[in-house]
């Protein structure tokens, strides 16, 4: 069973300062998505990674997907108040079975 | 933009209840999927659909859980004989391309089971 570790799981930070988070496993992941999770609200969809190595931007935020699959990380840069939120990876190990979330990263930004 | 409507919002049935949940996935997307989300908790995977059928399920989704695809629109979500600890968020999803691929999932459905 696939297991999906995300770090650091709380995050507090001033406005306008960088951060990265993490999600890790053994696993191989044939894909892997990021979304955002406000309070009471279904995640939404930020980005979806499938190739080793993989690097997309939204804006401010910056994907990475490891070489070997296994690993990917989440970067913002001079994060906004905007950006709070519970930040989760799901991943897919291989074409049998469905994707599975981490437990998040619990992003707060202070103004 | 298109989204995926989940009602009821709130639900509180008695423990030993059969409950539905339902959920209007994208129009033109052909996966289904159910997570539910125990408060405080990660969410965790039940269930995807696709063509009519269960495409996989999770040793949560026991014999008291079924889904449905009743008519073109409506996925829906039952729990035959509710217990307490069934008391979640419950989120459908759908996605257009496949199982891995840019899920939208509905704002949810609260059950308290008492």
């Known amino acids: 069973t696939q297991l999906l570790e995300q770090s650091p799981q709380f995050l507090s930070i001033q406005e306008g300062e960088n951060l990265t988070v993490y999600c890790n496993s053994s696993s191989v992941f044939s894909s892997l998505q990021w979304y955002r999770q406000e309070p009471g609200e279904g995640p939404v969809l930020l980005v979806t990674v499938v190739t080793g190595g993989e690097v997309k931007k939204l804006k401010r935020l910056t994907f990475q997907f490891g070489d070997a699959r296994k690993d990917s990380s989440l970067h913002i840069t001079a994060a906004q108040p905007g950006d709070t939120g519970l930040y989760l990876c799901a991943g897919r190990e291989n074409n049998n079975n469905d994707m599975r979330f981490g437990a998040g990263t619990r992003l707060t930004v202070k103004p | 933009e298109p989204e995926v409507t989940q009602t009821p919002s709130h639900q509180v049935t008695q423990m030993g209840q059969e409950v539905i949940l339902r959920c209007v996935p994208i129009s033109n997307h052909l996966y289904f999927y159910w997570y539910r989300q125990i408060l405080g908790q990660k969410v965790e995977f039940l269930v995807s659909?696709?063509?009519?059928?269960?495409?996989?399920k999770s040793e949560i989704f026991d014999d008291q859980f079924s889904v449905e695809r009743p008519d073109g629109s409506n996925f829906t979500l039952k729990i035959r004989s509710t217990k307490l600890e069934d008391s979640a968020m419950y989120f459908c999803?759908?996605?257009?391309?496949?199982?891995?691929?840019?899920?939208?999932f509905g704002s949810g459905t609260r059950l308290t089971v008492v």
């Open positions: 659909f696709y063509n009519n059928e269960i495409s996989e």
């Open positions: 999803a759908s996605s257009e391309v496949g199982r891995g691929y840019g899920y939208t």
